[in-house]
């Protein structure tokens, strides 16, 4: 049931360098979908590397189970690259060896390269880009490193996926969060019901595909107008709604 989710974001579309951000709103979970999009590349049999400071992985390989894959399995094959990015970053932390900015996209592009001796393309995803800042790196630094991954999406991926997890509108990580969807060919905000719980919905999910502006059949178009979606989230996937359709 991640057929919903990979339909709106047109990863069925070969493409090089697609850059994909995740924005959360109104403290709404959205690893829903960074589990529909490594489901999608596993199926297709794409490599993938998982850079991760925000879910371990244990949470994947639970989603996955439910989902119909198994992300062990992948992982040892070397079809999934799972990297604890924070975990890595909190024991040099322990060990007061803060880790550069430098060294950190040297470390991230060599894991990069070692999959590339298999494989041509390595997609990415970057699960909780915004938690860099909860490891002392600041909004310079942050910005850098992205920068040098979109980078290397341009030339090896066919997608890059940046999960912003947004604290509050004031906050850092709403800052970075609105810089990278300047970048973003498409940007995806997951918001939670305003009005609280229901048993039909679980949130509301807004897509903008800010990259068609770069399509030849959309240069005249100035207004670009977003999808608005109503999602549930079940045990296997997400089923997306038309408003006003439940």
Not at 175 to 194: D, F, G, P, Q
Not at 231 to 237: A, I, M, P
Request: aromatic share 8%.
């Amino acid at each position: 049931m991640a057929s919903d989710i990979i339909a709106v974001l047109h990863l069925e579309k070969q493409s090089l360098g697609k850059v994909i951000v995740v924005k959360e709103l109104n403290k709404c979970d959205s690893s829903f979908i960074t589990s529909c999009v490594l489901g999608h590349c596993i199926k297709n049999r794409n490599a993938v590397i998982l850079v991760s400071t925000h879910n371990s992985m244990s949470h994947y390989q639970n989603v996955g189970i439910k989902m119909n894959y198994n992300l062990q399995k992948h992982v040892e094959s070397g079809l999934v690259t799972f990297y604890d990015l924070g975990e890595d970053c909190v024991n040099n932390l322990l060990k007061n060896e803060n880790k550069s900015v430098q060294q950190l996209i040297f470390n991230l592009n060599k894991k990069v390269s070692i999959i590339r001796e298999k494989y041509d393309k390595v997609d990415i995803i970057w699960d909780g880009v915004t938690h860099l800042f909860d490891l002392e790196f600041n909004l310079k630094s942050v910005n850098e490193i992205c920068n040098e991954f979109v980078k290397l999406a341009r030339k090896y991926s066919s997608f890059i996926l940046f999960h912003c997890n947004v604290a509050s509108d004031d906050d850092l990580t709403c800052v970075m969060s609105n810089l990278m969807s300047h970048r973003a060919h498409i940007l995806l905000e997951v918001e939670s019901l305003s009005s609280g719980w229901s048993a039909d919905v679980t949130g509301h999910l807004t897509i903008k595909n800010i990259g068609q502006k770069f399509d030849i059949e959309h240069m005249y178009i100035m207004d670009y107008k977003p999808s608005h979606y109503l999602f549930k989230l079940f045990d296997r996937g997400v089923r997306l709604f038309a408003p006003g359709t439940v």
